[in-house]
């Protein structure tokens, strides 16, 4: 699940080698913290929201299979 947010993001930023994922597990939970440079926040989050909502709903479809919720924080 950690290369599937990697990967996405990577194909949306200017500065790919600046893109960074933590991953922190908790019992019912796993949040993915993502980390890009400054000027690519914009083209992470989209206008109103909207690649980071549909970026946030590929990662809930993936996430049906380990039976666990799914948290993208943008960082």
Known sequence: ??????TIAKALVDHPEEV???????EKAVVYELSVHPS?????????????KSFR???????VKEKKRVIL???
Request: aromatic share 0%; net charge positive; proline share 0%.
């Open 1 to 6: 699940m950690k290369e599937l947010v990697e």
């Open 20 to 26: 960074r994922v933590n991953v922190v597990a908790g």
């Open 40 to 52: 690519d926040m914009g083209k992470i989050i989209g206008k109103q929201g909207r690649i980071a």
């Open 57 to 63: 709903t590929v990662l809930s479809a993936a996430a």
């Open 73 to 75: 924080e943008i960082i």
